[in-house]
């Protein structure tokens, strides 16, 4: 079983829709949680971080976090071309030195 | 505010050849991480730098191993290339508390021919 799993893509959503991202991950010790944003040959771009059970939420993005069903989800509304790009899930532990674990990743395109 | 930079931005190797990858950590962090990111994979962690030691690794082999300087910046080397090392290598620099934001520099693309 991988440690970290994304909703299996690519996801096409059209202009103005939500699009709907989602992440769990098998170790219950997990603390803390990400969500970057790829672009193709670019590097990761942190966009959120969320480490309480319940929805944070930041402009268009909201990330939801249910450590009970060890499940974390990205919505992003009224989705842009612009957003088109790959979304990481990453998961990292509560020791002093934790190491980031991502998932493989979901393609999202946005289509005008 | 200068963010996380890695040089150089792309290397090609033959295979047997050793290769030094380097990081310098957004300002005010003191704590480098190097990832490994495969084509369509999400980024592996390779290990962990803080005051100058390894603090913790990923399943990568001993020919990866790697330094952090009094300055915070790191160097990435790894020996004797394989074709399977062709990736993208990502230097991640943060804090040192549990949950602190880790953010990547551009990346350095190897290719190992």
């Not at chain 2, 930079?5 to 300002?27: A, F």
Request: with cysteine.
């Amino acid at each position: 079983q991988k440690e970290v799993e994304q909703n299996s893509g690519p996801l096409s959503v059209p202009e103005g829709a939500i699009a709907s991202l989602n992440c769990t991950y098998s170790d219950r010790v997990s603390q803390s949680f990400f969500w970057y944003r790829q672009y193709s040959g670019k590097s990761p771009e942190l966009i959120m971080s969320i480490y309480s059970n319940g929805d944070k939420e930041d402009g268009r993005f909201t990330a939801q976090l249910n450590k009970a069903s060890q499940y974390v989800s990205l919505l992003i509304r009224d989705s842009q071309p612009s957003d088109s790009a790959t979304y990481l899930c990453a998961v990292k532990d509560g020791t002093s030195y934790g190491k980031l674990t991502f998932g493989q990743g979901t393609i999202l395109t946005v289509h005008p | 505010d200068a963010g996380v930079t890695q040089s150089p931005t792309h290397l090609i190797k033959t295979r047997g050849q050793q290769v030094t990858l380097r990081c310098s950590p957004k300002s005010g962090h003191d704590t480098v991480s190097w990832y490994q990111q495969a084509l369509g994979q999400g980024p592996q962690f390779i290990f962990q730098y803080y005051e100058e030691e390894e603090r913790q690794r990923g399943n990568f082999p001993d020919r990866f191993s790697g330094h952090q300087f009094p300055n915070y910046s790191s160097e990435l080397n790894v020996n004797a290339l394989l074709l399977g090392d062709s990736a993208l290598y990502l230097c991640a620099s943060s804090l040192r508390r549990a949950g602190e934001l880790e953010y990547f520099g551009a990346g350095t693309r190897l290719s190992v021919l």
